[in-house]
């Protein structure tokens, strides 16, 4: 049973906070939380929390269950509210700074263990040899069209 946290209008760029997330997306948890702890990155550390609260949420959820098989299944980064404000600039002018913030969504799961394959139903095999018979194979008439201008030149 899969677990959810979420940071809402965290003060940093959308795009300073996906250099984090795609660093720590499909890892367990605790290499997750080693990464974030030595990272030098000022968004780490409501990050590194984010997890932490994931793993209690996941915790409450599933009592007595062992979290050492905790994965981050899913991690996203959206934009959130944008400040804007005026900076001086010459001539009278002024520029726009637009400060931007985010909101992280992290769900946490165990491990999913993948399973052989189960053969397929009869009439599912009929739907696969359907499948194969629609891909057609590289045309070989081309390549024999190919040789014979070759030849003739």
């Not at 209690?56 to 009592?63: H, I």
């Not at 098989?69 to 002018?93: C, E």
């Not at 520029?95 to 985010?102: A, D």
């Not at 993948?114 to 008439?141: F, H």
Request: glycine share 2%.
């Amino acid at each position: 049973m899969e677990a959810v946290a979420k940071l809402n209008n965290e003060p940093t760029s959308p795009r300073k906070m996906r250099l984090l997330v795609d660093l720590i997306r499909g890892m367990k948890v605790e290499k997750a939380l080693a990464v974030l702890e030595h990272n030098p990155k000022h968004s780490s550390v409501p990050l590194r929390k984010l997890v932490l609260s994931a793993i209690s949420n996941w915790k409450a959820k599933n009592e007595g269950a062992d979290e050492s098989a905790l994965i981050i299944k899913t991690i996203m980064v959206d934009a959130a509210r944008v400040i804007k404000r005026m900076r001086p600039a010459p001539q009278g002018r002024g520029y726009r700074v637009r400060k931007r913030s985010n909101h992280v969504t992290l769900f946490v799961d165990t491990e999913v263990i993948k399973t052989a394959p189960v053969k397929l139903a009869k009439k599912s095999a009929t739907v696969a040899q359907v499948v194969t018979e629609t891909k057609k194979p590289a045309p070989k008439k081309v390549a024999a069209k190919k040789k014979a201008n070759s030849e003739t030149e």
